[in-house]
């Protein structure tokens, strides 16, 4: 069946270290695959879409790979903050978006 | 802001009852979707509108359904409610909604639904 697995449910990271969240997936062939944020009791907030075709993807502190052989993407926030502090949650279009469980990030100062 | 506008905010009911979400696109948006989303399920995909017509069903029960309607707002109808359908309910908004295209879907800040 297919499945898209965000392996860490929570990630606890130092303010000013890199925070790194994992997105696997099977039996999907994405043409591209989203990152959101979503903050306690709100709608998510579309973050970066990365392509098949593309490697890596930038924006800011935010930086996603996407690896089609592995079936994975990467999502990296550097010198996280606190206010980064959320909830994380890849998608993958598979006739629908077709969203991960999401990773809970706390930042600590 | 993301422009998408959901009433009510909160939502309390007993179970076997019947309520209605209301949702309001970003001006231009054409596609409206519903989604569903618990603690131990995540954001589920329930359904799509386009432009008043049925574009794609998810996992959405035989006791709930939709429509969008001539304005584009859309309405979630949840009827004989169960303990099991509190939960957020979002909707979200995109320009065409056409199917492979890399459009980004812009979320309203939900319905809190509790069914006693």
């Known amino acids: 069946s297919q499945k898209i697995e965000q392996n860490s449910e929570a990630l606890n990271i130092q303010e000013g270290k890199t925070a790194t969240l994992t997105c696997n997936y099977t039996?999907?062939?994405?043409?591209?695959l989203q990152w959101y944020r979503q903050d306690p009791g709100r709608g998510p907030v579309f973050l970066l879409l990365i392509r098949e075709n593309e490697k890596e993807k930038r924006k800011e502190r935010l930086k996603v790979t996407f690896d089609t052989t592995l079936k994975q993407s990467l999502f990296h926030i550097t010198a996280s903050q606190p206010a980064d502090s959320a909830t994380y949650l890849c998608?993958?279009?598979?006739?629908?978006?077709?969203f991960g469980k999401g990773t809970k990030l706390s930042v600590k100062p | 802001d993301s422009g998408v506008t959901q009433t009510p905010k909160h939502l309390i009911t007993a179970t076997g009852q019947r309520v209605t979400l209301r949702c309001s696109p970003r001006?231009?948006?054409?596609?409206v979707y519903w989604y569903q989303q618990s603690l131990d399920q995540g954001l589920q995909f329930l359904i799509q509108?386009?432009?008043?017509?049925?574009?794609a069903k998810g996992n959405i029960l035989e006791r709930f359904s939709a429509q969008q309607f001539p304005d584009l707002h859309s309405e979630l109808n949840l009827s004989s409610l169960e303990l099991g359908d509190s939960a957020l309910y979002f909707c979200?908004?995109?320009?065409?909604?056409?199917?492979?295209?890399?459009?980004?879907?812009?979320f309203g800040p939900g319905t809190r639904l509790l069914v006693l």
């Open positions: 509108y386009y432009n008043g017509e049925e574009r």
């Open positions: 001006s231009g948006d054409l596609s």
């Open positions: 979200a908004s995109s320009r065409t909604g056409q199917g492979g295209i890399q459009e980004t879907q812009y």
């Open positions: 998608a993958l279009f598979g006739g629908n978006l077709i």
């Open positions: 039996n999907y062939s994405p043409a591209y």
